[in-house]
């Protein structure tokens, strides 16, 4: 939210009620606090009729400082609040001017505040920029904190706007707006810095990010209410701030093997019945296309029932058969849930006298008509409507469904309602989303262990650690492919360290030339699923080529499980995505900073999907050595390429001194790219082969690779 009027004068309806002019400061047990008034104190008399703006600052582990501004402490906080992860203090120093959490600290002088990391600073704020003001008579806590020159940022969620967020205004508030607006589906209130920082907004409501947009020096954030807390986050590398981050906010679990693999749909409002189904997993098996799992969209329950669990018995007259017949082919089966019971739904009675739903404030349900006519909210604020709607989910495992694709959650109403726990409904409208999907996901891994996973879409802090989610609703066309992979690249940045997409599109129907090209991209993602909207998105409707692309692509990817899944471990441990940005894994470069149009894949193979119906690709390898993956003379980096690209290739490159395991006809094969230091690594395989420069491959024996 912008406050200002250019530079001297405040906003329309805005009343700048408190910034710092006289600042105290003092030691406690265990903070550093500054109390600000709005004019210096001179005489004892000027104390009295004065706000006060109180800034506390702690310490909550190595590297971490929680920033705590408050104007009435007394507030009421309904909650839902964000909890951190437990984790050790660590090393902490305080004294009468400063406070150090390992290598961070923030210095006091005169009312400014420096962060320092390892004796540099990273930011400041200056005495009189953070405020209290109130716009049309109610409250706003703000900060500003200063940029530097040639500082980006990052993050804030899955955003399709430009990746670096210099000069956007962004609301952290959930919306169903697809992939082409500034509305996102997940909305985080986490912003990375190029200057080796984070800022983590402790609040599930509307967090508002001016950055670089209201007062072109800063980064400013804000809160409605009479309190804004955050913690600054520091670190060496970008990957050390997002690991500090994880640690706070939660690390991704980890999903099954299985869920790598190929993922087919039936698509959303298409046709399909159980010959469907079965008709395109044997046609995917006759065209020597391997996938993994198998989804069934909204219609494997009747329209104007969602969600009641049942089976539409017209399409799907044997359904335990069904799903026993797909797992006799080695795949997993997927189906499609909501948070929503439609009031024609067998559960909405019984949903609505036993008290499950959301209420307005007059203690009626409340429904609306759009997605499912008369529809309700299952309020998993009361325990027991979650243990009812698992019930019903326990039930389907039971028949043979392995996950779900826990779709929407995110237009939660916000006026006149009121949850069973007394939730403040402006927090939970984002919150909503996490409660969901963790309702679920405990679930899987109560009654699966290990093997719980969940496609998901909303998403708020800490639902990363309820893999897998995807990038929502996104067109087909090159366009929204790039916008797409932003907000992938955005969401990183964010401690998600699984993402997946709708390959080629949602909406509408791809041309084959782009199906073919996002096939590439899709398999080059963490998780891989076909899926659309009106149109099946099986290969072979598309024309006989794609066929052989989705073939090549997911054989491909199949033979790299060994090197994803090691790649998948880091992320669960780590926080660092499978999936990342070159400015994550390049912090240094320059040119890295600003590119959304490739990533690494994993530590070692970059990326770079072509979005060009002529097969062109202009891309950036950094510097050193780097080998085409699929065969060809080494490229040294430091510069811009480009080429034309068939349908069975694309930029695939890896750095020299890899060493990556592929799986290769039922034995693993150590490839060595270059001179490698670690080829003891092969040591285990039966065979390994090097990559050299010129583009040629030698197998090598045990010896030679000890």
Request: hydrophobic share 35%; charged share 25%.
């Amino acid at each position: 939210m912008k406050f200002l009027n250019g530079y001297w004068l405040l906003g329309k309806g805005v009343k700048r009620i408190l910034h710092a002019d006289y600042v105290e400061q003092e030691q406690g047990e265990q903070s550093l606090c500054l109390y600000a008034a709005a004019k210096k104190i001179e005489k004892r008399g000027d104390t009295l009729n004065l706000p006060m703006l109180t800034t506390e600052i702690t310490a909550v582990m190595d590297d971490v400082l929680k920033v705590d501004v408050y104007h009435h402490k007394g507030a009421l906080d309904k909650g839902p609040s964000f909890v951190p992860c437990p984790c050790e203090s660590g090393k902490i120093i305080i004294n009468d001017s400063s406070i150090m959490a390992g290598k961070l600290s923030a210095k006091l002088s005169d009312g400014t505040i420096v962060f320092d990391y390892d004796g540099r600073e990273i930011t400041r704020r200056e005495k009189t920029l953070s405020g209290y003001y109130t716009v049309d008579d109610r409250p706003y806590a703000a900060e500003y904190l200063r940029a530097s020159v040639g500082e980006t940022f990052y993050g804030l969620g899955e955003r399709f706007t430009p990746f670096v967020k210099n000069g956007q205004s962004v609301d952290i508030w959930n919306e169903d707006g697809g992939t082409a607006s500034e509305q996102a589906y997940k909305n985080i209130p986490f912003i990375l810095s190029s200057r080796g920082y984070g800022i983590l907004v402790s609040s599930y409501g509307r967090v508002s990010f001016e950055v670089e947009s209201e007062a072109v020096e800063d980064l400013q954030f804000s809160v409605p209410g009479e309190r804004l807390t955050y913690y600054i986050i520091a670190g060496k590398t970008l990957s050390d701030v997002l690991m500090r981050y994880s640690d706070l906010a939660g690390k991704p679990a980890l999903p099954p093997d299985w869920s790598f693999g190929l993922w087919l749909s039936t698509s959303f409002t298409t046709d399909y019945s159980e010959q469907t189904v079965m008709s395109f997993i044997e046609g995917m098996e006759k065209r020597n296309i391997p996938i993994s799992v198998f989804h069934f969209d909204c219609f494997w329950m009747k329209g104007f029932h969602w969600t009641d669990f049942l089976w539409d018995e017209k399409m799907f007259p044997d359904p335990e058969g069904l799903l026993k017949r797909i797992h006799d082919k080695g795949i997993k089966v997927c189906v499609w849930i909501n948070p929503y019971i439609a009031q024609r739904s067998a559960l909405f009675d019984e949903g609505a006298e036993k008290g499950y739903f959301l209420k307005r404030a007059d203690g009626s349900i409340w429904q609306w008509d759009m997605w499912q006519a008369g529809m309700a909210i299952v309020d998993f604020t009361n325990p027991e409507a979650a243990s009812w709607y698992c019930s019903h989910l326990r039930k389907l495992m039971d028949m043979g469904v392995d996950c779900f694709k826990t779709d929407f959650g995110e237009r939660i109403p916000y006026e006149d309602v009121v949850w069973h726990d007394g939730s403040d409904p402006c927090l939970m409208h984002n919150y909503y989303s996490f409660l969901y999907n963790k309702v679920v996901f405990t679930l899987l891994q109560h009654e699966k262990g290990n093997y719980a996973v969940v496609f998901a879409r909303s998403a708020s802090i800490g639902s990363q650690q309820f893999p897998v989610h995807w990038g929502g609703d996104c067109s087909a066309s090159y366009p929204s492919m790039a916008e797409t992979l932003r907000g992938g690249l955005s969401l990183a940045l964010c401690g998600f360290g699984f993402w997946s997409h709708d390959i080629s599109g949602f909406e509408d129907t791809a041309t084959p030339d782009l199906y073919k090209r996002w096939i590439a991209f899709g398999m080059f993602s963490s998780h891989s699923r076909l899926h659309g909207s009106s149109s099946y998105r099986v290969p072979w409707a598309f024309d006989d080529e794609a066929s052989e692309v989705t073939a090549f692509f997911a054989s491909l990817k199949k033979r790299l499980m060994p090197y994803i899944m090691k790649a998948a471990e880091e992320a669960h441990s780590s926080g660092i995505p499978v999936m990342r940005p070159m400015v994550l894994a390049f912090p240094d470069d320059e040119t890295a900073k600003y590119l959304d149009r490739q990533y690494m894949f994993g530590p070692s193979i970059l990326v770079a999907p072509v979005m060009d119906p002529e097969g062109y690709c202009r891309f950036y390898l950094p510097e050193g050595k780097w080998y085409p993956l699929l065969g060809g003379k080494a490229e040294q980096g430091g510069s811009w390429k480009d080429g034309r690209y068939d349908y069975f290739s694309l930029p695939l490159y890896v750095k020299e001194g890899t060493v990556i395991v592929m799986e290769e006809d039922g034995k693993r094969v150590c490839h060595i790219y270059g001179n490698a230091s670690n080829t003891e690594a092969c040591g285990e395989y039966e065979s390994a082969a090097m990559h050299n420069a010129d583009g040629t491959v030698q197998a090598i024996t045990a010896k030679e690779r000890l």
